[in-house]
């Protein structure tokens, strides 16, 4: 457990801290006002302990194999945490496009597990980084609308089909992105599927 992984952790403890702060800011007494502000500060931490956590594991040769599955099963968790969030009032997003997240990123983390298993690790895509920075644009613009909307200069049904918008931009190109995944790494899962026939034996 390096600085690396601690990092990673971080993004995991904040997804549930994310929802609570969303959900229950009237019970905690915050000013609906200044609700973005906390948001965005949680995402931003968020953000940078993703670019950190790699940064320091290479810089201080902490690359292990508990920061190779943590770090993009953390990336899920908050990532797809946050989405989630965000289908409550009052910014309400279509649950179809979590679910298109949370498809990519199961399908994806089980075909890796399943190949490092069997001996031989799927490559990275820069489709796949590109994917989390457009999430994390898009999650970035969905709390920047809560800023007018909480000063009453947006509607709630403007927030809505805004934050709809946007969201469904970052979903398209995820769903890009693990298609992409898939076919740059075809020959490996090709392997992974190919089954072996024993010799029949006659007596």
Do not use: W
């Not at 500060?41 to 953000?47: A, D, K, N, P, V």
């Not at 956590?53 to 797809?80: C, H, Q, W």
């Amino acid at each position: 457990m390096g600085i690396a992984n601690y990092l990673t952790f971080t993004r995991i403890l904040i997804s549930p801290i994310f929802l609570f702060i969303y959900t229950e800011y009237a019970y905690l007494g915050i000013d609906p006002t200044y609700l973005p502000y906390i948001l965005l500060f949680l995402l931003g931490i968020s953000e940078l302990s993703d670019v950190c956590d790699g940064y320091f594991a290479r810089r201080y040769n902490e690359v292990t194999d508990l920061g190779k599955i943590l770090d993009p099963m953390a990336d899920s968790i908050y990532r797809i945490s946050l989405f989630l969030t965000f289908t409550l009032p009052p910014i309400r997003l279509p649950l179809v496009l979590i679910f298109i997240f949370l498809y990519r990123d199961s399908i994806i983390s089980t075909l890796r597990t399943i190949c490092a298993l069997k001996g031989f690790a799927l490559a990275a895509r820069p489709s796949g980084k590109l994917k989390a920075a457009i999430q994390a644009i898009a999650a970035f613009m969905v709390i920047l609308l809560l800023i007018p909307y909480s000063l009453g200069y947006l509607s709630m049904e403007t927030l809505h089909l805004t934050s709809t918008i946007i969201v469904s931009i970052a979903a398209i190109y995820t769903l890009f992105s693990g298609v992409d995944y898939i076919y740059a790494n075809r020959h490996y899962i090709r392997q992974l599927l190919m089954t072996k026939k024993d010799p029949a034996t006659h007596s």
